[in-house]
């Protein structure tokens, strides 16, 4: 771990947007639950939680422009382009599959652990192939 | 890109980690180029020479030269 200052802004970051989330989050699954949520409300309540997950997103954008050493912006960029790549073939893959009526419909927030998981890979990869895992 | 930054820093006493606090980055940083695992931006290749007083070409080995003396 290099936790340089950039890395730790973007941690803070992370931090106040995943309160956020749950504080978006948790009314809203309990709104829904009890039907408490009028007419055309329910779409904002429903898109309320997505906003801190795209948040994050920005943060980790906002962090490689703020990182200033740029070995450790270049295995981030690296761990991206992995978990772009793992996310994009997984969707392609299951799609196909589900096309063929192999498998059920999966929800597409899953992607977004999916990327996660090719973030792991990636910073494997790094180390694996250049000793060094980033941030 | 073979370099001569592990001579250079040996020559002055400095571990990795002096190194990478005189240029403002991390010591894994140093030790990627060091390696020749990563080959610095244009800017931080100026930062060693600039540190070392040195020209750029007496620190960083052309590709294209190393591979002409191959020859």
Redesign the interface.
Known sequence: M?G?PAWKRYNWRVIWLSLLYAAFLLPAVYGFKHALIPGGFRYVVAVLPALPIIGIFAALGRYLVEE?????R?LMVRQILWASGVTLSFATVWGFLDNFGLVDHADGYWLIMIWYIGLGIGGMVNKLT???SGC | MENRLRILRAERNWSQQDLAERLEVSRQSVNAIETGKYDPSLPLAFRIAELFTMPIEEIFVSPSRRSSAAI
Do not use: F, N, R
């Open positions: 290099l340089t200033q050493d740029e070995y450790v270049m250049l000793g060094a």
